[in-house]
């Protein structure tokens, strides 16, 4: 015979029905994988989609800005950026000002591929948009924007 936990069911499904933090990973997973599915013809993640286009810039982004609207640390970061230079389709170099500092742009290849994505994840959009309600997506934007 198992004993009881020492703390009652009733508070694990309170837990469950009003953990915010469990309500909006398991959002964001859904999101992830409606957007890695729709990415998927194009060889490219969501993350990486958010990466690429967090580098279409006029200059050269450091590491540091790019990891900051990520919201990743630069470990994470490097990481991330190996597959897509693998592919020709991001370069990290070294900033010419400071060499202490490394920059990120998107190359010829990566502007492409990017500019192909982009109508993939405005059409996911406006469908997820659209399951949201009138205002429902703008209002999620601001609450989600609120907690950070």
Avoid: Y
């Amino acid at each position: 015979m198992s004993k009881s936990p020492p703390i009652p069911f009733s508070t694990t499904l309170f837990v469950r029905d009003t953990c915010l933090c469990l309500h909006v990973q398991r959002a964001a997973r859904a999101l992830a994988r409606r957007f890695d599915e729709a990415l998927r013809p194009l060889d490219v993640t969501n993350g990486q989609f958010s990466l690429m286009m967090s580098l279409n810039r006029p200059e050269p982004p450091g590491m540091s800005a790019v990891a900051s609207v990520l919201a990743m640390d630069r470990t994470t970061l490097t990481a991330a950026l190996k597959p897509l230079e693998r592919r020709g389709l991001v370069e990290v170099f070294v900033d010419p000002a400071d060499r202490r500092l490394r920059r990120l742009r998107l190359t010829a290849d990566g502007g492409r591929l990017l500019a192909r994505a982009v109508p993939i994840w405005k059409a996911t959009h406006e469908a997820l948009d659209s399951r949201l309600g009138e205002s429902g997506a703008d209002r999620l934007r601001a609450d989600l924007l609120a907690l950070t």
